[in-house]
């Protein structure tokens, strides 16, 4: 059984990726619509009192509708959600490292890692978190750490555990919020569809309150510098495709680190889905390696914060092995069957090494051969 589900993606006209039939659970678009059952029971009861009394209907009413307002202004109304403690990168830099394993109820959707840095004028967070639970809870480790208010959220790519927690960010106020213009293109194209989905796997109570805020990014292409304070800037870079089509990593020559984002697996074995392009990986990895400098330090997309030359290692050179030894099968006329025989023993320790092994060879064998996923 296939553990990893595969989105499916196509290509439209315009270049423009949209989303089609999201993962292999049936997207349940009713989700997108749900209400707070907090709200919806006194809803309810305003119905069934109107007979008798038309100002209580009123009154209940109302409350509502304050509740709702409340709840927006401060992004989340719940419990602190138990996600490990923030541990510190460097100087001022912080990162929460998320489960090495798909997202599910028990992880609350935290398996990719959000960051933040406190620079002088305020916070700076990468990864908006797979819902607005989870943002609540980041922000309140964030609180521990600084009395600095967050300014600036940027996202890795349009994945679910990258943006679907924007929404908390924008109710308490943060006013810049940054995503490639492809990765804000796809979210707001398949917002529905994400957010059943990650409703679906993660706990809808979590997700619930998850808003389509692209319309609230600043949106670019390729790079954008952002003037932090202090003297200190914060690069947005987009490397190349790989793992997801528009892949956002952030550097802060400063302080001497980069945030990857998908471009960077440590540990956890790098999975491929339908719409990853693993040779442009490999090649957006290089290019990331040739314009920053090498004791740089990686706090990649998922796993703990490394050196370059171990991201290069877990990263890089697992794309370049694959890519010859497949090619090795695919040379000698092998088929399908023998390219999943390639040697991946020495990454069998690494987290998902099951769910991903196998896919990855079959990936990287169809990319190679042409044939369709
Ligand atoms: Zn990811």
Redesign the pocket.
């Known amino acids: 059984m296939k553990l990893l589900n595969r989105s499916r993606f196509f290509v439209s006209k315009t270049g423009v990726l949209f989303a089609g039939i999201v993962l292999g659970l049936t997207a349940n678009n009713a989700v997108a619509q749900e209400k707070d059952p907090y709200l919806a029971g006194f809803e309810a009861y305003a119905k069934e009192v109107r007979s008798y009394t038309d100002s209580l209907y009123k009154a209940v009413n109302s409350y509502v509708a304050d509740a709702e307002r409340t709840e927006k202004s401060v992004g989340y109304i719940g419990r602190v959600l138990p996600i490990p403690k923030a541990q510190k990168v460097t100087d001022g830099v912080y990162t929460v490292v998320g489960s090495m394993i798909w997202h599910n109820p028990a992880n609350f959707g935290l398996n990719?890692n959000l960051s933040f840095i406190v620079f002088e004028d305020g916070v700076f967070v990468f990864n908006a978190g797979a819902n607005p639970a989870l943002a609540y809870s980041l922000h309140q480790q964030i609180k521990q750490v600084t009395s600095k208010p967050v300014k600036w959220v940027a996202v890795e790519?349009n994945?679910g555990?990258?943006y679907l927690g924007a929404s908390y960010w924008v109710d308490v106020g943060v006013k810049n919020l940054y995503s490639s213009q492809l990765a804000n293109d796809q979210f707001d194209a398949a917002f529905d569809m994400i957010k059943a989905e990650w409703g679906t796997r993660v706990g809808k109570e979590l997700t619930l309150h998850a808003r389509n805020v692209s319309d609230k990014f600043t949106t670019f292409e390729n790079e954008l510098a952002i003037d932090v304070g202090g003297g200190e800037k914060v690069i947005l870079k987009d490397f190349g495709p790989g793992?997801t089509p528009a892949s956002t990593s952030a550097y802060i020559p400063s302080r001497k680190v980069i945030l990857t984002g998908?471009l960077g697996f440590n540990e956890r074995m790098p999975v491929f889905f339908s719409y990853t392009d693993s040779f442009a990986w490999e090649a957006s990895f290089k290019r990331m390696m040739d314009e920053i400098p090498a004791d740089t330090i990686v706090v990649p997309?998922?796993g703990t914060p490394t050196d370059m030359q171990t991201a290069k290692k877990q990263m890089y050179d697992y794309l370049v092995y694959m890519h010859k030894e497949v090619q090795k099968v695919v040379d000698a006329g092998g088929k399908m069957e023998d390219a999943v025989q390639v040697d991946q023993s020495m990454y069998k320790d690494r987290p998902v090494f099951q769910q991903a092994a196998t896919n990855n060879a079959e990936h990287i064998y169809i990319e190679i051969t042409g044939g369709d996923f």
Request: charged share 10%.
């Open positions: 990719n790519n994945q555990h990258a793992h998908d997309g998922h």
